[in-house]
């Protein structure tokens, strides 16, 4: 199965996907303030942007399993996104803007979790090796910010949508080129879907990761508003971002010996303890260049050993015809939930409470994962697959 592996084409699709995050991450929240929108309008479309993963996942994670086509799903997906996102272009307050994004965010958000699902399938036993296929996403990731960071220094905010609207041609383009793996492999856990999302095991681990993400919520909503505010040009602020994508890739080439060196728990509650830290430094010393260099590094063990040692986890539970409404339910309940409820109350404190004590929150956040993995994820020796 690794020989017959389209390892490019499976890294391509990544690379692109990631490199549209690469541009919304760091960049939208500065565009939409250029538009004019406040801190508390800015947080809520960030949050509309990720709420749509709650939904749009699950919904086409369910037609995927049934019918088997995930790769025209997919496909689909990214060629309506291409079309919605027009809709950025054209004059509007805040209604229109939440329009478009919800728009083209509910068929952008459906088509990752079954591309994971068909890399995952492509992998078979394999899935120790998803991290270097994965890593090409950082890349596209780091590429973007930097090029951007120094597009926006030149020639200002304003070129980011005409940016996202050329990288979702690419996106779209590469899709095409993806073969679809075997339908699924594996049987059905014993009573279905519902018997494994009530087991404590799979409960646990998806809150855990919530609280992660809503960590993370500030983050992604403001971390560049932040550092603007606190005198960082746009090449800078492109720097920082690329500094944890570095170390990212580094974690990613690293992930397929950790994981059955320190198993599953150790490495989120690792990740996790370091997501304390690494939301108190940004929050305490946001003029210090050395500490948000240290906090940026820490993006290595808050996404990259996270979501690494979680969508193992993930693969191993949900199994069978199980497959993508399992990676589905994962990204709806992390990366849309999550960072959805940590934008929208980081919108409602910034101006109130303030950037730093917002970071604080985050902080906490990050310290109840810990807590929680630590409890349901089973430890190195323990079976990690649900029992019969």
């Not at 609207?165 to 279905?192: I, K, N």
């Not at 920082?240 to 198993?263: D, H, K, N, S």
Request: proline fraction near 4%.
């Amino acid at each position: 199965m690794v020989a017959a592996l389209p390892y490019k084409r499976l890294a391509a699709f990544y690379f692109a996907f990631f490199a549209v995050l690469g541009v919304l991450a760091p960049y939208w929240g500065p565009y939409l303030r250029h538009r004019g929108f406040t801190a508390a309008e800015i947080g809520t479309l960030i949050a509309l942007l990720h709420a749509t993963k709650i939904i749009a996942p699950n919904l086409w994670g369910w037609v995927a399993d049934r019918t088997g086509a995930r790769m025209a799903i997919i496909r689909m997906a990214c060629l309506i996104t291409l079309v919605s996102f027009t809709g950025v272009l054209l004059p509007g307050g805040l209604v229109w803007m939440a329009v478009v994004m919800m728009g083209f965010s509910f068929f952008w958000n459906a088509a990752l979790p079954q591309f994971e699902a068909n890399t995952l399938s492509h992998l078979g036993t394999h899935t120790h090796a998803y991290p270097r296929i994965r890593l090409w996403g950082t890349v596209g990731f780091m590429l973007a910010v930097l090029a951007v960071g120094e597009g926006v220094d030149q020639l200002g905010v304003e070129i980011v949508p005409y940016v996202l609207l050329g990288l979702f041609f690419v996106l779209a383009m590469v899709s095409m080129s993806v073969p679809q793996a075997a339908r699924f492999s594996g049987a059905d856990p014993e009573g279905g879907l519902q018997a494994v999302l009530l087991a404590p095991r799979v409960w646990g681990l998806l809150g855990a990761c919530f609280l992660l993400q809503a960590s993370h919520g500030p983050f992604y909503a403001f971390y560049s508003i932040y550092l603007q505010d606190h005198g960082y040009s746009g090449t800078a602020i492109g720097l920082l971002w690329a500094v944890a994508l570095v170390a990212e890739i580094g974690v990613f080439l690293l992930m397929p010996r950790w994981l059955p060196r320190f198993g599953h728990r150790a490495l989120l509650v690792t990740a996790m303890a370091l997501g304390v830290l690494r939301w108190l430094l940004v929050g305490a010393f946001p003029a210090w260049v050395a500490a948000q260099v240290l906090a940026q590094l820490m993006h290595a063990a808050t996404y990259g050993v996270y979501h690494a040692a979680a969508i193992a986890l993930i693969d191993r539970y949900f199994t069978g015809g199980l497959q993508g409404r399992g990676q589905a339910i994962y990204s709806s309940m992390t990366f849309g939930a999550g960072v959805a409820l940590g934008s929208f109350v980081a919108g409602m404190l910034w101006e109130s409470a303030g950037g730093a004590y917002t970071f604080y929150l985050a902080a906490a956040l990050a310290a109840a994962s810990g807590l929680l993995a630590y409890w349901a994820v089973p430890g190195l020796r323990a079976r990690v697959d649900l029992p019969a």
